[in-house]
């Protein structure tokens, strides 16, 4: 079946740098992909959707200069959180939905996680 | 907006027990999705609906359109069952509105 997946799957960096968190739809392409992020025994929260060959879409209160948006190809995205700090810590996860006929179907597909520490 | 509400919050029971966990949504929606996170966080997505019911082998997962309400039951639970269930709609929009989850425990 079409999976989805993330890498790293952890990562611990120092504060004031950048991490790049990759997602991609391994057997399916994906036009749009969503990003969440989810801190400790708190529920996921949307961050941006990210659209192949267009700018991404940001939910309010999520700093677009912050989180980096790149959706090169159909089958992959890519968040780049830069100059992390500390409160950057979380657990951000990728989906997609799948297309079939140029429609989105309700079939959504999620990636296992990217663990980010910042210390 | 839509808001989407699971109810218990935490649960503990027996191995055996029969578990149910409930969700309501405000708005309409397109489908309806039941996840499992484990400890560390790994998600999988166990049922997306949009109207009906489906049943996986111990897990049955049933939705209300009119009611705005879906539950997920498990039979004849297991300790293995251990994790966070969440309850995820998605609206016509497209976005997706996850639940806080419930915090299932299983004891042997």
Redesign the interface.
């Known amino acids: 079946g079409a999976v989805v997946s993330q890498h790293p799957s952890w990562v611990i960096c120092k504060s004031g740098t950048s991490v790049k968190i990759e997602c991609r739809s391994l057997d399916f392409q994906a036009t ?1 992909m ?1 990003w ?1 992020r ?1 801190f400790p025994k ?5 961050m941006a ?1 990210s659209n192949e060959g267009s700018k991404a879409t940001y939910e309010q209160g999520v700093e677009k200069d912050k989180f980096l948006i790149n959706h090169a190809s159909l089958t992959l995205s890519t968040l780049t959180v830069t100059s992390a700090h500390p409160e950057d810590s979380s ?1 951000y ?1 990728c ?1 997609a ?1 799948k297309l079939a006929g140029g429609v ?1 179907t ?8 990217t ?1 980010l520490t910042v210390l | 907006k839509n808001e989407v509400e699971q109810s218990p919050q935490n649960l503990t029971a027996q191995e055996g027990e029969f578990i149910t966990i409930n969700c309501s949504y405000s708005v309409g929606i397109s489908a309806l999705h039941w996840l499992q996170q484990h400890p560390g966080g790994g998600i999988v997505s166990l049922f997306m609906l949009s109207s009906g019911k489906k049943k996986h082998g111990r897990l049955i997962a049933t939705i209300n359109i009119q009611e705005k309400h879906s539950s997920l039951h498990i039979t004849a639970s297991h300790p293995r069952d251990s994790a966070v269930y969440i309850c995820a709609a998605r609206g016509r929009d497209d976005k997706i509105i996850f639940g806080k989850g419930t915090r299932l425990h299983i004891l042997p």
Do not use: V
């Open positions: 749009t969503f969440y989810q708190q529920s996921l929260m949307l959707t657990f996860i989906s939905p989105f309700d079939t959504q597909y999620f990636g296992p996680g663990r």
